[in-house]
């Protein structure tokens, strides 16, 4: 079991992703390393910056992105979505956060089993730590699905893998997306699929999985507000029907574990 820490670290780098009309609304947020002792991609941070006031009282969650024992930096890739976003996305090196993690479980990692990693949009995160910690990324394949440029997302990180965009540009391009999925799927039928995403996105990885019978696991980005299985605040339901927290069960599950 990994250590979970939390603690005030310095912002190391923000870099603003993309060059896209809608610059300013992706970001790779770089902090000091809290002195985690290591993580798996999938786990997710808490990540809550000192000078916010008592209106955000909560951190947000976070896919961990890449943890760089060079830089002795943490990585993640966020959207601009609200509130709290909006105000991280002003942050600058030397800034202080509060982050605690590594949190929740993660995606199966199996060397030899032929990997099929299906990612819509800011669900491309923790995929990249994924990538550069399997030991062999020739078995990875990548279908990102997107609807801004890909300039806009860590795309190029995944150069050891196969890898292929699906770019939506408008509803129209929605039935040809999700033909592909559902072919993809039963290409990997016994292989092993991973998938992030929007919640209509990830449903129909899991109803394709299910119906041919393959291994498939979706990551959920539930609200959350404790991140340590307290508040209840993140419940979804179990393949039972069971209310289960995601932070804490989560927020990985097999496709059959899950209701979305
Ligand atoms: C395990 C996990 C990993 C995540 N990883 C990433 C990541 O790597 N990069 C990233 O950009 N985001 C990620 N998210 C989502 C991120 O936490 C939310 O976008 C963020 O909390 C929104 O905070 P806000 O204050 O800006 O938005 P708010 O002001 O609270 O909400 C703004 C809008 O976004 C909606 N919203 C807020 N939270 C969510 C959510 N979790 N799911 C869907 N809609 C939501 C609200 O309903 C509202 O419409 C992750 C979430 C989880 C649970
Ligand atoms: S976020 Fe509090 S119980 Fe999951």
Redesign the pocket.
């Known amino acids: 079991m990994l250590k979970k820490v939390c603690r005030e670290v310095t912002v190391e780098k923000m870099l603003p992703f993309g060059q896209s009309a809608r610059v300013g609304e992706f970001f790779e947020l770089r902090f000091e390393n809290p002195g985690w002792s290591g993580w798996r991609p999938g786990q ?1 941070v808490m990540i809550r910056p000192s000078d916010w006031d008592q209106s955000l009282i909560w951190g ?4 961990i992105s890449r943890v760089s024992e060079a830089e002795n930096t943490v990585s ?4 601009s ?6 105000r991280m996305a002003q942050l600058a090196p030397g800034d202080k956060v509060t982050v605690w993690g590594p949190l ?1 479980n993660s995606f199966a990692m199996e060397p030899d089993t032929p990997t099929l990693l299906l990612a819509g949009g ?1 669900g491309i ?1 923790p995929f990249v730590g994924y990538a550069e910690q399997h030991p062999h990324p020739e078995k990875l394949e990548l279908v990102f699905a997107h609807r801004l440029p890909r300039e806009c997302y860590p795309y190029e990180d995944f150069a050891a893998c196969t890898h292929s965009c699906l770019e939506e540009h408008s509803p129209d391009d929605l039935p040809r997306i999700i033909d592909t999925l559902q072919h993809k799927v039963r290409e990997y039928r016994d292989g092993l699929i991973l998938c992030c995403g929007p919640t209509p996105f990830m449903r129909t990885v899991q109803t394709a999985a299910l119906k041919v019978g393959a291994r498939a696991q979706v990551s ?5 507000a404790c991140g340590v299985g307290a508040c209840l605040g993140c419940v979804c339901k179990d393949g039972k029907g069971h209310h289960v927290q ?1 932070c804490t069960r989560g ?1 990985v599950f097999w496709a059959q574990d899950v209701t979305l």
């Open positions: 997710f947000r969650p976070f896919s993640v890739f966020f959207q979505v609200g509130r709290g976003t909006g929740g800011v995160a959920l980005e539930n609200r959350m995601t927020p």
